[in-house]
């Protein structure tokens, strides 16, 4: 089964970019959907975007700005990508992954999960 490891969390002041990357080992990643969620603190797990399987890239624009995502097939890597943060972006955040290559807004129908990386947006 894939697991998946996140990182490129960290410190971010306003105004600043974010570029995380979900990496997958043992199976291939582009098999799979993959979603983002984040969490923060008292919060429940919020959908930020997913790339279907085999999808190189896409956006999802909507009251917390612009998500930009795109896949590395080489390296077996999925990534997220946010210019302009604010600090209600900070959260915890996580890729998942799902053999239902249609993805899902739902953290229930992801079957694999990243540990998370911290994202904290302050000045």
């Known amino acids: 089964q894939v697991q998946l490891v996140e990182s490129g969390g960290g410190w971010v002041q306003p105004g600043g970019s974010l570029r995380l990357s979900c990496a997958a080992s043992?199976?291939?990643?582009?098999?799979?959907?993959v979603g983002w969620f984040r969490q923060a603190p008292g919060e429940e797990r919020e959908f930020v975007g997913s790339?279907?399987?085999?999808?190189?890239?896409s956006e999802h624009a909507g009251p917390r700005g612009r998500f930009t995502f795109s896949r590395d097939n080489a390296e077996n890597t999925v990534y997220l990508q946010k210019d302009s943060l604010r600090p209600e972006d900070s959260a915890t955040y996580y890729c998942?992954?799902?053999?239902?290559?249609?993805?899902?807004?739902?953290?229930?129908?992801?079957?694999?999960w990243g540990q998370g990386t911290q994202v904290t947006v302050s000045s």
């Open positions: 790339l279907r399987c085999h999808i190189i890239g």
């Open positions: 043992g199976g291939t990643l582009s098999e799979y959907a």
């Open positions: 998942a992954a799902t053999t239902n290559c249609a993805s899902s807004i739902l953290p229930k129908d992801y079957n694999y």
